[in-house]
């Protein structure tokens, strides 16, 4: 079962730096929910793949009873959606008004903040 | 429930016993406090008046935290505070060493200043989209990462500055910030997913979070276990967010955007977030691959230094001047991590400490340069040395601080490592470092002249120069000065922190022993 689920990691993070690496903004946006979705399979590949029983002690035991699904990567993975969700929502708003206000959505010609030939600073006075 | 049906458990080996007393509430308070006054500020988002003196309150407050942590842990050593009673290394653990306590008094101090630099800088628009509670959400995020514990949750703190630094950066929505943004928010995302990565092949081997607990954990798996590729994706992660070459673009693509008063809190606080990320992770966690990659490291910080000093030569707009000289600070400190002896350490730690006084107040004052003389450009600026002979004064002074001369601060952590990169006969860092001083003179050396001693320009229209505030705007500055003046005259107090800090992190034993011994924990 790992095996399998570390091929389509594999496969998500190829497709991700793939998009990622692309002028436009919308493909590094897709690049990056695919890239956010590549960790939370990470994380919970990491934290080893067990038969879907509760880890819950059974009343009157001190200790679980057999092996159990690790609790651990499900809140740690929970956490990222929750953090990567919000991320990419801003990211996306910021790409729309970026769009509006600069007119592209080509990162090569987002020259705003640092103009193309600003020229030397004073060499003397 | 039946009592009689119920076994009798000792919890004493999984919980802590008893109630924390109530100073030892200091270890949560420096984020705890930015944080409920955050949501006291969302509160009262439309009465905007409110808004400075209440986040002034609550950040004087969170400083007195910070203080009284940082003398109980000189007095006591590390202090360790666990959520929810669950013994480390199953709750997550506050864990408040030297080297934290020093950064997270620091990096609070300046967010005070900030917070009244503010009261002039951003007007009543900016404070009712928030600036007040990002700059509390953002410092209670640093904080949390200065002192947290635990790796996962270091993410978390990452997380929250990095968004609360997004608020900060697009407030105004000019043409040029929405830019700036773009680069900064992708880039910023990608390196902490990095770090999200890496966390999750860490967890994947050692199967604790803990940060005590992997670094107890490390020596065994060292044999069997892939740490060198989760060192080096550390290093990829955390030098990306310190804006190590060649990571650094998104640096200089934003931080000359928004606020001025912004622009000194990222450059006084973010990337020495990521600088003291690597040096909790090369030195507590993995010291022996930090032996391994100590030649990456400092071939990484030789380009740092001189590029980062290269590249400010090159620029008109002061701040980005600013912003390439807080790369190549960057680049100062990472070779005090390569060489990696305590004393390169120290020096590492009092730079740290030193750059975040300095490039806030070098920022502050480029916001008071375009105050006095309508304009951030070398074109424009000039005759300031008449008009302003205070604003000269201070400007001089961080000037010789930042390059490493006398009287401020920056001498003292530059000897430090000098002594330790001779000690360690890394020549090349010894000259690099060297190097890079003298051109950060020349550059700083270069907006004085140019702004304060080179006549006013008649081409020059200046529109909207104004008076500078005595309090919001010399007030901040010289109260940055003080610690500063400090360091650079009496360093001794300073130096023995930065020494302790060094210690601890040279030492992982104490580290450790600081969180599991009290408790005797498995």
């Known amino acids: ?125 | 429930m039946a009592a009689e049906t119920s076994v009798p458990v000792d919890t004493s080996a999984a919980f802590v016993q008893g109630a924390t007393s109530l100073i030892d509430w200091a270890v949560i308070a420096p984020v705890a406090l930015p944080i409920l006054g955050g949501a006291l500020l969302l509160m009262v988002r439309h009465r905007t008046r409110l808004h400075g003196a209440l986040a002034f309150g609550v950040l004087a407050a969170a400083l007195a935290a910070c203080l009284v942590l940082l003398w109980r842990v000189m007095g006591e050593g590390t202090q360790v505070m666990t959520m929810g009673r669950w013994l480390p290394p199953y709750g997550i653990t506050f864990q408040a060493d030297m080297l934290g306590a020093a950064f997270a008094t620091a990096a609070t101090f300046v967010t005070t200043a900030a917070a009244v630099f503010a009261l002039r800088d951003i007007d009543a628009t900016g404070r009712r989209y928030g600036f007040y509670p990002f700059l509390l959400l953002m410092i209670a995020g640093v904080n949390g990462a200065f002192l947290t514990g635990d790796i996962f949750n270091l993410y978390v703190w990452f997380e929250v500055f990095v968004i609360s630094s997004f608020g900060l950066l697009i407030l105004g929505s000019e043409r040029r910030q929405i830019d700036g943004a773009v680069k900064y928010a992708v880039l910023n995302l990608i390196a902490t997913t990095v770090f999200l990565i890496t966390t999750g092949y860490l967890y994947g081997v050692f199967g604790t979070l803990n940060m005590a607990d992997i670094a107890r954990k490390a020596e065994g798996l060292r044999a069997s276990g892939p740490l060198m590729t989760i060192a080096t994706l550390y290093l990829l992660a955390f030098g990306m967010k310190a804006a190590a070459f060649p990571l650094n673009f998104w640096l200089p693509a934003s931080y000359h955007t928004p606020r001025i008063v912004t622009s000194a809190m990222f450059g006084g606080l973010l990337t020495k977030v990521g600088v003291y990320a690597l040096l909790r992770t090369f030195t507590t966690l993995f010291p022996v691959e930090r032996a391994v990659l100590a030649d990456a490291i400092a071939v990484v910080a030789v380009l740092t230094m001189l590029l980062g000093v290269l590249g400010a030569l090159a620029q008109t707009d002061i701040r980005r001047t600013i912003g390439f000289v807080v790369i190549s600070g960057i680049g100062t400190m990472l070779a005090g991590l390569a060489i990696g002896s305590p004393l390169a350490l120290t020096g590492t730690v009092l730079y740290a400490i030193h750059s975040i006084l300095i490039m806030t107040a070098l920022y502050l004052v480029a916001g008071l340069m375009r105050e006095a003389g309508g304009s951030f450009s070398l074109h424009e600026l000039g005759g300031l040395y008449r008009s302003h002979p205070l604003l000269a004064a201070m400007m001089l002074a961080l000037m010789l601080s930042a390059a490493g001369l006398p009287p401020l601060s920056g001498l003292w952590p530059k000897v430090v490592l000098v002594k330790a990169a001779i000690a360690g006969e890394a020549w090349w860092l010894t000259g690099a470092i060297l190097v890079s001083s003298v051109l950060t003179t020349v550059v700083l050396g270069r907006v004085f002249a140019l702004s304060f001693w080179r006549p006013e320009q008649v081409s020059a229209s200046r529109p909207d120069t104004r008076r500078i505030d005595p309090v919001a705007g010399y007030g901040t500055v010289l109260a940055l000065l003080v610690p500063a003046l400090w360091i650079g005259l009496w360093p001794e107090p300073f130096l023995r922190i930065a020494e302790t800090a060094a210690a601890g992190l040279a030492d992982p034993a104490s580290y450790i022993g600081s969180v599991f011994s009290a408790q005797g924990g498995s």
């Not at chain 1, 009873?65 to 996306?92: E, G, H, K, M, R």
Request: cysteine-free; charged content about 15%.
């Open chain 1, 1 to 125: 079962m790992e095996t399998a689920l570390t091929g389509i990691v594999g496969l998500f993070y190829a497709v991700a730096i793939y998009l990622m690496l692309s002028k436009h903004i919308i493909r590094v946006l897709l690049g990056i929910a695919i890239f956010g979705n590549a960790v939370n399979l990470t994380i919970f590949t990491a934290g080893r793949v067990l038969r879907e029983v509760p880890p819950i002690i059974a009343e009157g035991k001190t200790v679980l009873d057999a092996v159990t699904a690790n609790p651990l990567p499900q809140a740690l993975i929970l956490t990222a959606i929750v953090i990567s969700f919000s991320f990419f929502a801003f990211l996306l708003v910021l790409a729309y008004r970026a769009y509006q206000e600069l007119g592209t959505d080509d990162t090569d010609e987002m020259r705003i903040a640092e103009p193309k030939g600003e020229g030397l600073p004073p060499l003397g006075y």
